[in-house]
């Protein structure tokens, strides 16, 4: 049972343009959703992260949006550039461990 | 320095051999992960150490046989290799185990390829 569902699976933006990238969750136990990026060759590093009694967190380019009613959240990536060009995991933290959606592969072009 | 270390970073092998992945974290973490990434990049938990106990052990063969001689280090053992077994492992470790914002740091991977 995948708990942490993530989509689209790939996305193609336009350098400058915005990415968005989008979770949904069913366990209400989770009490922390980060965001990880990881590039071809490396592992996976934290990127931002949002507890689930804000619904909203901004750092430089990187936004979460978090929805609790309806067990959502989605980052957007503002003015996107080439070197934004990875993949991105949705996660939550709950039960000792942490669970990742599907990831998206991002490819920002020039 | 690199906070989350695991050797080697590559592994080839025949079907039916024994290998070992080590990993070694110099952040003072107490709990410590391995993760399988399979070849459409989905990331999945197989066990969880805290401060030398196991305690997470998803379904995972028992053909894999992890080990934590103290709570900087801890290795992956696997026996017999099948082709299913080719994959990237990482390591990770947090403060403690996972909850609220003790996120996690991951090694940089171990790519073992069954042939």
């Known amino acids: 049972q995948q708990q942490v569902k993530q989509s689209p699976q790939s996305l193609i933006v336009q350098k400058g343009g915005i990415s968005i990238i989008n979770c949904a969750y069913e366990?209400?136990?989770?009490?922390?959703f980060p965001w990880y990026q990881q590039f071809p060759g490396k592992g996976p590093a934290l990127l931002i992260a949002?507890?689930?009694?804000?619904s909203e967190k901004k750092e430089g380019r990187f936004t979460i949006s978090f929805n609790k009613s309806a067990k959502q959240f989605s980052l957007h990536i503002m003015d996107s550039q080439p070197g934004d060009s990875a993949t991105y995991f949705c996660a939550a933290i709950g039960g000792s461990r942490l669970t990742f959606g599907e990831g998206t592969q991002l490819t920002v072009n020039p | 320095d690199t906070a989350v270390s695991q050797t080697p970073k590559y592994l080839v092998t025949q079907m039916g051999n024994d290998k070992s992945i080590k990993c070694e974290q110099n952040?003072?973490?107490?709990?410590m992960y391995w993760y399988k990434q399979d070849s459409k990049k989905f990331l999945k938990i197989m066990f969880s150490y805290n401060n030398k106990e196991l305690i997470i052990n998803e379904t995972v063969p028992n053909r894999f046989s992890p080990k934590s001689p103290d709570k900087a280090h801890l290795n992956l053992h696997i026996n017999s290799l099948e082709l299913g077994d080719s994959a990237v492992y990482f390591c990770a470790s947090s403060q403690v185990p996972a909850s609220g914002a003790n996120v996690l740091t991951f090694g940089a991977g171990s790519r073992l390829t069954v042939l």
């Open positions: 949002i507890r689930p009694d804000v």
């Open positions: 952040l003072g973490h107490d709990t």
């Open positions: 366990n209400t136990a989770f009490d922390y």
